[in-house]
């Protein structure tokens, strides 16, 4: 059975996936790689590639990104997607159809989810980002500042928003340039979370057809605040390395240094250090 090939699954399950510095997942089209950075001392992300026990091209990929130092980040981010897990496994193949169906049932279970951290992880929490794949479209879902990305030809796209308070000063257009919000003193603040002390969760819901993009990407912010837009599009075609699409960004984040060059020092910062974070991509790639 594929469940005994799904080592994301059984990680998850096992609650192991903090204990790596770093894994690589493979799933037909679908890679992973997680990277506990350079930096830091634990690894608090985790991630998810859960293809559904009766239709393989009905599908959940998620990234998690824990919050709330000591045990709790890790505690949380492992919650929240062996929570998916169960939730997704116990759905009836027939949901491949009902787009509608998912989306009233998961925006419950993200509910529940963030009373279950709140109440056995203290103070910790996690941000959120998934896609369920079903027959003709794509469900979308994001909490906090992780992103979601699509690529289709010269089309390369972030389709979630960052629920943070930089991000809000980009849309507001206070912060001219979105690769500047990486920068931004206030950058980590975010406004919406699974878990934490207390309630602070907001659902952005996203539905694409299949037909809108080739490749979905799912990045903590340990990548996306080491690269700029430009930098994960300029690598999102690389065939020649012989590491999966998901090491690529992966290895990328843990060695890009960026400097702030024009920017007030007195509300960003001057650098962006290489790994500076816990570092995670998901990417699936359509046959």
Not at 72 to 93: C, D, P
Not at 207 to 215: A, C, G, P
Request: charged share 25%; aromatic share 8%.
């Amino acid at each position: 059975m594929w469940e005994n090939k799904n080592l994301s699954m059984k990680d998850i399950i096992n609650n192991q996936q903090y204990q790596y510095a770093r894994m690589n997942y493979l799933m037909d089209e679908i890679t992973a790689c997680t990277d506990i950075g350079n930096t830091r001392s634990k690894q608090e992300d985790a991630v998810l590639l859960l293809p559904h026990l009766n239709n393989p091209e009905f599908k959940l990929l998620a990234v998690a990104d824990g919050m709330g130092g000591l045990s709790f980040g890790s505690k949380a981010s492992n919650l929240a997607l062996l929570e998916l897990i169960k939730w997704f496994q116990s759905l009836s193949e027939s949901y491949y159809y009902n787009e509608t169906k998912i989306i009233k049932e998961i925006e419950f279970k993200l509910h529940e989810i963030d009373y279950l951290i709140r109440k056995s992880c203290i103070n910790g929490g996690t941000t959120l980002s998934l896609a369920i794949v079903c027959k003709n479209n794509t469900i979308f879902i994001n909490i906090g500042d992780s992103r979601i990305y699509i690529h289709k030809g010269s089309i390369f796209e972030q389709i979630s928003n960052d629920h943070s308070i930089s991000y809000d000063l980009f849309l507001k257009g206070k912060i001219k340039n979105k690769d500047d919000v990486r920068f931004h003193k206030e950058n980590n603040l975010i406004t919406s979370r699974l878990g934490g002390v207390k309630k602070l969760l907001k659902i952005e819901k996203i539905i694409l057809t299949n037909s809108d993009y080739q490749k979905v990407m799912l990045f903590t912010d340990g990548i996306t605040d080491c690269l700029s837009d430009k930098q994960l599009i300029d690598n999102i075609q690389n065939s020649s390395s012989d590491k999966t699409p998901s090491e690529i960004f992966v290895s990328l984040a843990l060695s890009t240094t960026s400097e702030n060059k024009t920017l007030d020092l007195n509300e960003y910062y001057d650098i962006i250090e290489a790994g500076k974070d816990n570092t995670t991509a998901l990417v699936f790639s359509k046959k």
